[in-house]
Nanobody, 119 residues
Framework: QVQLVESGGGSVQPGGSLRLSCAAS????????MGWYRQAPGKQRELVAS???????NYADSVKGRFTISRDNAKNLVYLQMNSLKSDDTAVYYC?????????????WGQGTQVTISS
């Protein structure tokens, strides 16, 4: 059974920092591209950052220079370090595990963790 469990969300003031963690189980973690998505009220879910199995990273323009994604394959963990947080970063953040080959496509999601930026 695949599980992705996010943690680290919360409420901080603008300019603050948070680190999200996602613990994966039930998958061969090192093979998967891992991503963080977010969904704000009334908006579509959007990609925030992703990290490939080879640790190449990709960021949404809105978070470049502020957020950093990383992974620890030994612990089956992916992190999202969020600095200089803005009110626009308020959303539910979801962890995603993605694997695509010519034979299969797998997408798994966590339950989400709330991040609220407010003064």
């Amino acid at each position: 059974q695949v599980q992705l469990v996010e943690s680290g969300g919360g409420s901080v003031q603008p300019g603050g920092s948070l680190r999200l963690s996602c613990a994966a189980s039930g998958i061969i973690f090192r093979y998967y591209e891992m991503g963080w998505y977010r969904q704000a009220p009334g908006k579509q879910r959007e990609l925030v950052a992703s990290i490939s199995s080879g640790s190449s990273t990709n960021y949404a323009d809105s978070v470049k220079g502020r957020f950093t994604i990383s992974r620890d394959n030994a612990k089956n963990l992916v992190y999202l370090q969020m600095n200089s947080l803005k009110s626009d970063d308020t959303a539910v953040y979801y962890c995603n595990a993605h694997l695509e080959t010519i034979l299969v496509r797998h997408d798994y999601w966590g339950q989400g963790t709330q991040v609220t930026i407010s003064s």
